[in-house]
């Protein structure tokens, strides 16, 4: 379901733009997450929050490679420097590195704090509501969080048009300086 999530960016981007695509689809992977947590033992539910929450998540993080091209206009027309491989090695390798080994680090320190071991044969009930937690609601929190710093790219989507404007008026000159 990742993947069709992922497919589905270009045509909800024609609508909603970056930040309205990003914003949707982090909504719908908190629903997601939120609709697993209400499933209980239903699993039919739960597969169904699964492929929403997934569908979701796919579409969001693809956004997040996108807004990283407009991290190196924004660059660009700020200090003249286009750093396109440092800025998509720190927003895409490291980042995403660092995310997965924060995010790691977070859900063992919680399994741990309620008496999680891999070498139980069987957990507490303490121990099985935080890997609920941990599997569930952290995500929604996570996301959450993603969500509200959206509100700060929106400011750069109504400035994007502004900014490629005048990159483009400044590498005309250069161009016309150079050919001459």
């Known amino acids: 379901m990742t993947i069709e999530g992922m497919a589905s960016v270009p045509f909800f981007c024609k609508f909603l733009h970056k930040w309205g695509t990003t914003v ?4 719908l992977t908190m629903i997601g997450q939120v609709w697993i947590g209400l499933a209980g033992s239903n ?17 969001a993080c693809t956004m997040f490679f996108a807004m ?6 924004f660059g660009e027309w700020k200090s003249g ?5 440092l800025l998509t090695a720190m ?21 741990a704090a309620f008496g999680f071991s891999a070498a139980k044969a069987a957990q507490t009930t303490g121990t099985m509501n935080a890997i609920s937690f941990t599997f569930i609601w952290v995500p929604v929190i996570i ?3 993603s969500l509200i710093l ?7 989507e109504h400035h994007e ?20």
């Open 43 to 59: 699993v039919t539910s739960a597969l169904i929050g699964w492929c929403i929450a997934c569908i979701g998540a796919g579409s």
């Open 91 to 111: 927003g895409a390798s490291f980042c995403i590195q660092m995310g997965a080994g924060i995010g790691s680090f977070i859900a063992a320190k919680i399994m």
């Open 143 to 145: 996301y959450a969080v």
């Open 150 to 156: 959206m509100v700060i790219y929106r400011k750069w």
């Open 68 to 73: 990283v091209g407009d991290t190196v206009d």
């Open 161 to 180: 048009p502004i900014v490629t404007e005048d990159l483009a008026e400044r590498r005309a000159q250069l161009q016309s300086k150079n050919a001459n």
């Open 81 to 85: 420097i286009r750093a396109n491989g």
């Open 24 to 27: 949707f689809m982090l909504a």
